[in-house]
């Protein structure tokens, strides 16, 4: 009988020393775990393009509707006065405004006209802000749009657009040269509109 009881004493000291083991090895584990943590805020950058007629009053040109006229090309009441092959210049400023915070570049999306658009063709460049907006100039510049008719465009060309880290951007004046057709007939008249898209660099 001694001897049965001295087996089972045994028994159950291995049975708990298995048990200590096992509690041991389980505090060993969660000693070997760690944990690290990040967390990031995200918001969205801003973007807008803004319109001049002199480089200094800027505003938004947002729509057809809302299209600036420029001032020495008067396309619906000065084009009676123009000559067979005579050019007309004229300038409209682009940038990026203040609240931008992102580049982007500039290309013409589409041209729209009525009346005789047929009798007049046009160039539009991007040249240096400061340059004189002319024959020269529009030679050396980036062409954006192109057409032997008021309502076409054969180019395709775009110009960088750089936002100003709280202050608008740098300005791009965009050159405008109208042609009148070398058989421009008496009191043709045509009206156009030119959409000029900003991209940012950044879009997909």
């Given at each position: 009988?001694?001897?049965?009881?001295?087996?089972?004493?045994?028994?159950?000291?291995?049975?708990?020393?298995?048990?200590?083991?096992?509690?041991?090895?389980?505090?060993?584990?969660?000693?070997?775990?760690?944990?690290?943590?990040?967390?990031?805020?995200?918001?969205?950058?801003?973007?807008?393009?803004?319109?001049?007629?002199?480089?200094?009053?800027?505003?938004?040109?947002?729509?057809?509707?809302?299209?600036?006229?420029?001032?020495?090309?008067?396309?619906?009441?000065?084009?009676?006065?123009?000559?067979?092959?005579?050019?007309?210049?004229?300038?409209?400023?682009?940038?990026?405004?203040?609240?931008?915070?992102?580049?982007?570049?500039?290309?013409l999306a589409g041209t729209t006209a009525t009346g005789d658009a047929a009798q007049y063709g046009y160039v539009v460049a991007a040249i240096d802000p400061a340059a004189v907006c002319d024959a020269t100039t529009i030679a050396a510049g980036t062409v954006l749009g192109e057409g032997a008719s008021l309502d076409a465009n054969t180019a395709?060309?775009?110009?960088?657009?750089?936002?100003?880290?709280?202050?608008?951007?740098?300005?791009?004046?965009?050159?405008?040269?109208?042609?009148?057709?070398?058989?421009?007939?008496?009191?043709?008249?045509?009206?156009?509109?030119?959409?000029?898209?900003?991209?940012?660099?950044?879009?997909?």
């Amino acid at each position: 009988m001694a001897e049965a009881g001295t087996k089972r004493r045994k028994v159950l000291a291995i049975l708990a020393g298995g048990l200590v083991v096992g509690v041991g090895t389980a505090v060993t584990l969660a000693a070997w775990n760690d944990s690290e943590f990040a967390t990031g805020t995200f918001a969205a950058g801003t973007f807008n393009l803004e319109g001049s007629l002199d480089d200094t009053t800027y505003a938004e040109h947002s729509d057809a509707a809302s299209a600036q006229q420029l001032d020495s090309v008067q396309f619906v009441a000065d084009t009676s006065n123009m000559v067979p092959d005579e050019v007309a210049y004229d300038s409209f400023f682009v940038r990026l405004d203040d609240a931008t915070s992102i580049d982007g570049s500039l290309a013409l999306a589409g041209t729209t006209a009525t009346g005789d658009a047929a009798q007049y063709g046009y160039v539009v460049a991007a040249i240096d802000p400061a340059a004189v907006c002319d024959a020269t100039t529009i030679a050396a510049g980036t062409v954006l749009g192109e057409g032997a008719s008021l309502d076409a465009n054969t180019a395709s060309g775009t110009v960088t657009l750089a936002h100003g880290d709280g202050a608008p951007g740098a300005s791009v004046q965009l050159c405008f040269a109208v042609t009148a057709g070398a058989d421009l007939e008496q009191g043709a008249t045509a009206t156009t509109t030119w959409e000029f898209e900003a991209t940012s660099d950044d879009a997909t």
